[in-house]
């Protein structure tokens, strides 16, 4: 199983990206916590685990695309570790596609490298004119209910078993979905751990599955509230606004206290215009445990919130 | 440009045929998925309590009443996926629709429905369903591959956007855009939440959760920052209020709130965009009569050749409440 770690810039690259050390990137009081947990029991099933992957760039916003200079900095850091590169792409405009594509170009020029979609209109463009690039198929592709205020109950009460069988599931399940993959040249899917359980069965059709511990997104809009901060009242939560990456500066932390069941301490996190749930320890064992049986072929460790972005 | 209005019984349709709605959308939902999934898992992205017919009879009463009319009924598949068990009855569910209902158009989110649809050589159309989030040009091309016939774009998507989108490809299909009532705060086709009752819709249970803000850096916020931050969230808030139509309110001539687009009614008609969406399937028959007669009136005004400034004060008079409108927060578009 491959171990792939979530980086910021080239800089984090050329320091030590032991498991250990993570913690001393800026993760934040907050959610320190589940990232010790998290490596705790990375080192607790897995031993001292090496990061021989890299993700860069950003999934959920397209103002958080890197540039061209930046990208090609963590390319030639990369290379120098000896590590490869997973070019995550969140979904786009047409003006997102365009400043993709000179990243594209940098990437087709470094070798074969590895792109994540969120977009099948960034598919498209990779398809067409840069095939030498691999893609993957991107977590917001996949449309599994990931709904923590609820799904865990689901998981915990007397659900129908058809119910929970389809909530554990996605399109990924049905063989004329892996095949259609597999044709456009995509045989790796992301995933997150779902609050009710993932079932990964779809891996023995061959496809390949990425996981992300220990933060699963929840929602994610164009509007985003931190950008309304520099606006005018009127003029605020608009599609798309540009920004001056307020999202960079906090985050917002939700406890569920207005919850009709038991889970009134559970909390969420809104960074820029994505909401994320943090893993609890009996999801974290659950994966691991898959992971262990073979059906995840890697882990991308995120110390935090995948937001992030390197000013130019 | 065509009125396009949602349906939910038989009993809607003269009013609605005769307030102006030129297409329908609807949902049904037989009992066998009901007892098999219950209400945990939606067929077509609205609860089962509400806003889809229950069978095939009534939905072919409705279908043969409004070709009648002489307007088009189409029929929302659109979950964001089917697992192999569902796509298997999705499909016979799908060949029942074309062939014993005969419905105009099958709307459609998941991509491997579509695919398989797309196979299936129906009568029916295809609609890319705004879940699939087509922001893109890019996104089209690679959706055209399944043969649609129109692709309803996001409410995320800016007239600049619809625009650039339109032009590419307006040889190709038909974009439909939303027009009125139902926002949504974030981008529906990647919202992994449900709005079962239980919980409600996530933006609008946020709005009444505790909250904390934390500085990055590891420093702590200092009382000007954190003042400014709580005065957007509280701004924030406000907007989600005017997502969630004003707090399900309505003027006091009893007209809905909402999400609206009239002001780009001219914009859409210049553009041409070929359908405008009213939003609300589990909308009451009132709703929805006043929404379609809204619409209608604005594109009625836009047809007759009526200049864009007077069409956008027409229709901010008839939301009847100015206040709202230059909030700023209940459009759907900047015009």
């Known amino acids: 199983m491959d171990w792939?770690?979530?980086v910021n810039s080239e800089f984090e690259i050329r320091s030590d990206l032991s498991a250990l050390e993570v913690l001393s990137l800026d993760t934040g009081s907050k959610l320190t916590p589940v990232v010790d947990l998290t490596r705790r029991l990375i080192e607790e099933y897995f031993g001292s685990v090496a990061f021989t992957r890299c993700a860069y760039g950003n999934e959920f916003c397209e103002h958080l695309i890197?540039?061209?200079?930046?990208?090609?900095?963590?390319?030639?850091?990369?290379?120098?570790?000896?590590m490869s590169v997973t070019f995550l792409t969140p979904y786009v405009s047409d003006?997102?596609?365009?400043?993709?594509?000179?990243?594209?170009?940098?990437?087709?020029?470094?070798?074969a490298g590895e792109v994540v979609f969120n977009d099948w209109g960034v598919l498209n463009l990779l398809r067409r004119e840069f095939p030498r690039l691999r893609p993957v198929q991107g977590r917001l592709m996949n449309k599994s209910l990931r709904d923590p205020r609820v799904t865990g109950v689901y998981a915990s009460s007397q659900a129908p078993a058809p119910a929970l069988v389809s909530l554990r599931r996605s399109n990924l399940d049905c063989a004329s979905y892996t095949g259609f993959l597999s044709a456009l040249g995509v045989d790796s899917v992301e995933l997150d751990n779902l609050p009710q359980g993932v079932d990964l069965s779809f891996a023995e059709n061959g496809v390949k599955a990425s996981a992300y511990v220990p933060f699963g997104f929840i929602s994610t809009s164009r509007i985003c509230m931190a950008a309304g901060i520099h606006y005018d009242k009127r003029d605020k939560f608009q599609p798309g606004a540009p920004c001056h990456h307020e999202c960079q500066t906090h985050l917002l932390e939700y406890t569920y206290t207005n919850t009709p069941f038991e889970n009134r301490d559970q909390k969420f996190y809104l960074k820029g215009n994505s909401y994320f749930y943090v893993h609890t320890e009996a999801m974290l064992r659950a994966l691991f445990d898959q992971s262990r049986s073979g059906l995840i072929d890697r882990i991308v460790f995120q110390p935090r919130l995948p937001m992030i972005w390197e000013r130019g | 440009m065509k009125v396009l209005a949602p349906i939910s019984s038989y009993d809607e349709l003269e009013m609605l045929a005769a307030s102006g709605a030129e297409e329908f959308y609807c949902g049904i939902v037989p009992r066998e998925w009901l007892d098999r999934y219950t209400g945990?898992?939606?067929?077509?992205?609205?609860?089962?309590?509400?806003?889809?017919?229950?069978?095939?009879?009534?939905?072919?009463?409705?279908?043969?009443?409004?070709?009648?009319?002489?307007?088009?009924?189409?029929?929302?598949?659109?979950?964001?996926?089917?697992?192999?068990?569902?796509?298997?009855?999705?499909?016979?569910?799908?060949?029942?629709?074309?062939?014993?209902?005969?419905?105009?158009?099958?709307?459609?989110?998941?991509?491997?429905?579509?695919?398989?649809?797309?196979?299936?050589?129906?009568?029916?159309?295809?609609?890319?369903?705004?879940?699939?989030?087509?922001?893109?040009?890019?996104?089209?091309?690679?959706?055209?591959?399944?043969?649609?016939?129109?692709?309803?774009?996001?409410?995320?998507?800016?007239?600049?956007?619809?625009?650039?989108?339109?032009?590419?490809?307006r040889d190709e299909l038909e974009i439909e855009v939303f027009m009125l009532n139902d926002g949504c705060a974030f981008e529906e086709g990647f919202c992994s939440t449900t709005h079962h009752h239980t919980v409600g819709a996530f933006c609008t249970n946020l709005s009444e959760m505790d909250t904390e803000f934390e500085r990055s850096g590891g420093r702590e916020l200092t009382r000007r920052q954190n003042f400014r931050l709580r005065r957007n969230l509280t701004d924030y808030r406000e907007w989600i209020w005017y997502v969630n139509g004003n707090g399900c309110g309505s003027t006091p001539n009893g007209l809905p709130y909402g999400p609206c687009g009239l002001c780009a009614i001219h914009d859409f008609k210049r553009i041409g965009?070929?359908?405008?969406?009213?939003?609300?399937?589990?909308?009451?028959?009132?709703?929805?009569?006043?929404?379609?007669?809204?619409?209608?009136?604005?594109?009625?005004?836009?047809?007759s050749g009526s200049e864009k400034l007077v069409t956008i004060e027409r229709a901010k008079s008839l939301r009847g409440d100015r206040e709202h409108c230059d909030s700023g927060y209940m459009c759907y578009y900047k015009v």
């Open chain 1, 95 to 111: 003006a997102g596609i365009e400043s993709l594509k000179p990243l594209f170009e940098l990437l087709d020029q470094d070798g």
């Open chain 2, 40 to 169: 945990a898992v939606w067929l077509n992205r609205r609860s089962p309590k509400g806003g889809s017919l229950d069978t095939m009879s009534e939905l072919k009463r409705l279908v043969d009443g409004a070709h009648r009319l002489g307007i088009p009924v189409f029929l929302t598949l659109n979950a964001p996926y089917y697992t192999a068990e569902q796509m298997t009855w999705v499909m016979e569910l799908a060949r029942r629709l074309d062939g014993e209902a005969g419905v105009d158009a099958l709307i459609v989110t998941d991509i491997n429905l579509l695919m398989q649809l797309s196979q299936a050589r129906l009568n029916a159309a295809l609609h890319i369903s705004s879940v699939a989030a087509t922001l893109n040009t890019e996104a089209i091309r690679f959706l055209l591959q399944f043969g649609p016939s129109r692709i309803i774009l996001p409410r995320s998507l800016t007239i600049h956007e619809i625009e650039r989108i339109v032009n590419a490809t």
């Open chain 1, 66 to 82: 890197p540039s061209a200079q930046q990208l090609k900095a963590v390319l030639t850091a990369a290379h120098d570790r000896e």
């Open chain 1, 4 to 6: 792939s770690i979530h």
């Open chain 2, 273 to 303: 965009v070929a359908s405008l969406k009213i939003v609300g399937r589990e909308a009451s028959p009132f709703k929805k009569l006043a929404s379609v007669r809204m619409v209608r009136a604005i594109v009625d005004q836009v047809r």
